[in-house]
């Protein structure tokens, strides 16, 4: 019922060789206003459905293209330098973990040993707690209904102390059954990762040091076995798509740089996600498959976990509405579909024979020096391209974009290593 004045930071950006950049960033009683980011980023509000018709209402009420601003803990007052100190001090897991007590954002997945053979997880982090909404989409600012009320007790973020199975194995998967009593949010990874890791534990009595090693290189997919479980048994009348299947029989799910398999899961999973949402989706599908809203800053986004996700769960229903494309359609006439397109991409990217199809053709990694973003600049001092096994979905953690492999960008580990304890 009544306005709060916003703050106007004025920011001046020193330009060589030129005239001081002025930005105006305004930051509201929600965050900073973050529509200049991305051109029509609220786009029109009055059309975005929030928790059912009683949102909607207000939102109409609003201006239509209405500022945008972004409440985030890492933009609140926080005590990183107290955990940081804290946690370099701690002795104990116990200790360690009240240390954790000061960590506000981002949240992050630890975990932690001591000398007496303690081991934890913990998930440290200012989480909010919400009048109403769970964060996804824009909501009325003006109306107090989604306002926070506060954040998740430290006590009651997940955690586990020497858990009965005898080792911890987290991978940026989602940590909480549905019961868990608090909303984490929704930007995680799939849990292949940490599936296979669980898998390979599992699997040997006593490992040491040169198995740990062997696990951080393994390049096997859990989730491209699953797709390929459906593939590997597509039946095809073309005999080029034929060639294709009864290569995708024999493979072994390893994401190897030079396997023609891999090649194929990987570009027919991206296929099959369009092949299927394109006419329903329209623009959408680019986004839901993980297109971000803007170049460098957020080229990719973590709706790409939860597309594979959707892929995954939907391939098990032959009769799926959702592969009704308009002409009565099921899984398999998609599936057929895609897997065209997967032959043609390939065949117009690495050539018509099948064994030239290697994954680490299409999956590259280039370590790009600064001076290299300038043209022919780039010839001297970046390195690469080097052919890269893996994806997101592997412990060798080398995700491309979700939406379109001829992005340059790779996502993986700065650095590895294995600590005796």
Known sequence: GQWHDAEVHREEILVKGGEVAVEEVIITRHGPIINSLVEDLAGQLSAILVDGDEATAALDSGPVGAPLALRWTALEP???IEAVFAMARAR????FREAMRYWTAPAQNVVYADVEGDIAYSLPGKIPIRARGNGLVPVPGWTGEYEWTGYVPYEELPHVLNPPRGYVATANNRVVADDFPHHLGYDHCTGHRAARIVELLEAIDKVDMAYFERMQFDQVSTFALLINAHLSELTVDDPELAAVVELMRNWDGELAADSPAAAVQQVFVRKMILRTLQDKLGDLTLRYAGKGPTPVLAEGTWFGHRSLEWLQATLNDRRSPWFDLGQG?????????????????LKAELG????????????????AHVLGQVKPLDRLFNRGAFPLGGSSNTLWATGATFHDLSNELIVGPPFRFIADL
């Open 329 to 345: 359609e099921d899984r398999d006439d998609v599936m057929r579909l895609a897997l065209r397109d997967t032959v043609d991409t």
């Open 78 to 80: 926080d005590t990183m």
């Open 352 to 367: 018509p024979e099948i064994g030239d199809w290697a994954w680490g053709k299409l999956h590259t990694l280039t370590y």
């Open 92 to 95: 104990t897991c116990v200790e």
